[in-house]
């Protein structure tokens, strides 16, 4: 289908299945440190002293959290920027820049790597998508 | 418009609406219970002391959380997903079990049913949505 | 390109630079008031005892999951809606008033004005947001 740019739909597919990593992640995390959000999931798992916050669950959460605050804009900006018809080289280093700086920002943050690493990784993720919003931006107030 | 199948659209427009209506009863909720998030919302309720957390709105924050983490990269997989031209009545299900799991898990969750109730929806709502995913990627790496 | 109108798309591109405005001033937030989310950053910026929570970091927090819970589903919905080719100064009022109301929330929220303010601007942003997914609600039934 030539409204689906190749590179950029499987760039962006392989960010959505690493947010889903990252829940099951967080699943897994809780199930191992016993801490639920629910007197439901608690009392199925050994009971209500179980519904508890906990250190390594809410790293999990900051991390999932910070992918709903960059990554969904990014598949949004992503998705209209291919329907710029850019040129495909410009277009893949946008996207390869992206999927990198999230890897890496995932890896960071869940393995608590020392502090500029995550930082850095998010900024380098964060200026593809600019370029792509401030180049959209472009384009429509050329049409207006 | 051929763009946009009916169906897929009716059911993702319907899981946007449900998403709204966890939000107004958040809302109510908070209302109810004088628990509010901000100083500003507590005075104009009775005052400051109504600047506090509770249990039931906490549960209906992540009920809207668990949404904002699995409704919208659904929202977002459909769309590309339906580019592809897949079989209506394939697609139709795809969109009818995502939309039945997640309907299943906001009562479930909000209602605080059974433990697994919830856990096996949002895993049966996940299905279509990783079965999507690596259709996409498929596609993708076909034209690679 | 005659897929993305240019009017609408302006105002959801202000909108997702908006959102990273409210990213930056959070980050900015916490490395004034000294508050991290985690013990690696605040490790870097003087010592464990910044890995803590912080009234107005709170406020930034809420504001932004604010955006996720109502700027993503209208990023959506508005895109879909453009695809049913709808009357150009309809389109444009829609868009302006969901653009307005979250302007004015995110300052009314950030700056702490007085409460009624936030509330009726979320209201004002979502009811073009509900009048889109009922035209496409409707638009779909016509099709099935």
Redesign the interface.
């Known amino acids: 289908?030539p409204?689906?740019p190749?590179?950029p739909?499987?760039h962006?597919?392989?960010l959505?299945?690493k947010?889903?990593v990252v829940?099951i992640i967080t699943g897994q995390v809780r199930l191992w440190k016993k801490a639920f959000?629910?007197?439901?999931?608690a009392?199925?798992?050994g009971g209500l002293q179980y519904c508890r916050t906990d250190r390594d669950v809410e790293?999990c959460l900051?991390a999932?959290r910070h992918d709903?605050?960059?990554i969904?804009?990014f598949?949004?900006?992503g998705?209209?920027y291919s329907?710029?018809?850019p040129d495909p080289f410009v277009a893949w280093m946008h996207f390869l820049i992206v999927l990198l700086g999230h890897m890496v920002h995932t890896v960071a943050?869940l393995r608590?790597?020392?502090?500029?690493i995550?930082?850095v990784s998010y900024t380098l993720a964060?200026l593809p998508?600019?370029s792509m919003?401030l180049q959209?931006?472009w384009?429509?107030?050329?049409?207006?």
Chains 1, 2, 3 share one sequence.
């Open positions: 289908s409204a689906i190749a590179v739909t499987c962006t597919r392989q959505v299945i947010m889903y829940a959000a629910n007197p439901e999931d009392l199925r798992h790293c900051r999932h709903v605050e960059t969904y804009p598949l949004f900006l998705l209209v329907f710029l018809d943050y608590k790597l020392r502090a500029p995550h930082s964060q998508c600019v919003a959209i931006l384009e429509a107030a050329r049409h207006l």
